[in-house]
């Protein structure tokens, strides 16, 4: 490929980059449920901007170009919030989004608030998504009902369950 990718911290610079990346990367979505009115295609730069002071944001790069990133919290229960995973489309399927995914949950575990698991939901019909978390150990503990068209499929994993966390992080 060239240019290697690289993952950092993102900074406030980067928000019309990733808010742009989101619009674009959730299309699919969009399409699937027939509903272009979805969060990720409706959130202005202006709440992306305060999500990039008070949350985790992880950026990919390819160059200067932002072709991934990932948002996190850890909430009061002590449980780490993971959002928003984007690729780029011409990137996707080679393992960035698994990549991106670790690094947030090993962001989270790096910050100073204990974490006891990692959360992050998905629409019902996203089954690439939920084969995606399955795999990196997610499990499904929940179904909440956003509208007659969505549903979210929320999915845990203790964070007891994830291998080489010292090792991950050093
Ligand atoms: C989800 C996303 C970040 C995955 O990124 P990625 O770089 O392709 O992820 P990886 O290469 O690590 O893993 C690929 C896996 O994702 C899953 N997957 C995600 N979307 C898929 C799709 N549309 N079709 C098939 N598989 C898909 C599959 O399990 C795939 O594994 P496989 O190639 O062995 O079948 C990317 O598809 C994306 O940006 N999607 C749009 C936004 C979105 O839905 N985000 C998640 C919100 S919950």
């Known amino acids: ?5 690289t993952t950092s911290v993102a900074t406030e610079d980067d928000a019309e980059r990733i808010l742009k990346l989101q619009y674009l990367c959730y299309q699919g979505e969009a ?15 202006e709440s992306l901007r305060t999500e990039l002071k008070e949350r985790h944001v992880l950026v990919s790069r390819l160059g200067d170009e ?7 919290w850890v909430d009061a229960d002590g449980v780490g919030r993971i959002r ?10 080679h393992g960035l989004g698994s990549r991106l995914l670790s690094a ?17 939901f998905t629409g019902h019909r ?7 978390y399955q795999r990196l150990g997610y499990r499904q503990t929940q179904v909440e009902e956003v509208n007659s068209k969505l549903s979210f499929l929320v999915l845990e994993k203790p964070v007891a369950q994830q291998a080489g966390r010292l090792a991950a992080t050093a």
Do not use: C, F, K
């Open 1 to 5: 490929m060239g240019m290697s990718v």
């Open 66 to 72: 932002v072709v991934g990133s990932v948002r996190g």
């Open 126 to 132: 996203s089954l690439g998504n939920l084969r995606l």
């Open 31 to 45: 399409e699937l449920y027939g509903d272009w009115a979805i969060e990720p295609l409706t959130q202005t730069l």
């Open 84 to 93: 928003r995973l984007i690729v780029h489309p011409r990137m996707q399927r």
């Open 104 to 120: 947030m949950e090993r962001e989270l575990a790096a910050g100073s608030r204990p974490v006891a698991a990692y959360r992050l």
